[in-house]
């Protein structure tokens, strides 16, 4: 099962650990929309790997989708400069189930 998630709705990152710990996760099936796995290794650290998020518009609705780099070359640069930002560690391993502020500061796009 993937490390990490991202929540389409408001942009958070969690560990699969972490949403189980908050319930909102089992151990023996993934989390239910709004997360989403990103793509990668389950045993992914941060120290090699930078997670990245980006809200898109889709037709419909606006939604956040994430994003695992390897943090040494060129291709996270890249990214950046498509839009896409860098999810702090900090940010991540603060993860709690209850609602924060999106990461956009509550701007709707």
């Known amino acids: 099962m993937a490390g990490f998630f991202i929540n389409v709705e408001n942009g958070r990152v969690a560990t699969h650990a ?31 790997y930078a997670v990245l998020r980006k809200k898109v518009e889709g037709r419909d609705r606006d939604a956040w989708i994430g994003a695992l780099c390897f943090r040494q070359g060129v291709r996270l640069d890249e990214l950046k400069g498509q839009g896409w930002t860098e999810v702090p560690v900090d940010e991540i391993r603060s993860y709690t189930a209850a609602p924060e502020s999106p990461p956009d500061g509550g701007l709707t796009g």
């Not at 189980?20 to 941060?46: C, F, K, Y």
């Open 18 to 48: 972490q949403l189980i710990e908050t319930g909102e996760a089992s151990d023996r099936l993934p989390p239910e929309l709004p997360w989403h796995p990103l793509q990668g290794p389950n045993d992914v650290s941060t120290a090699l």
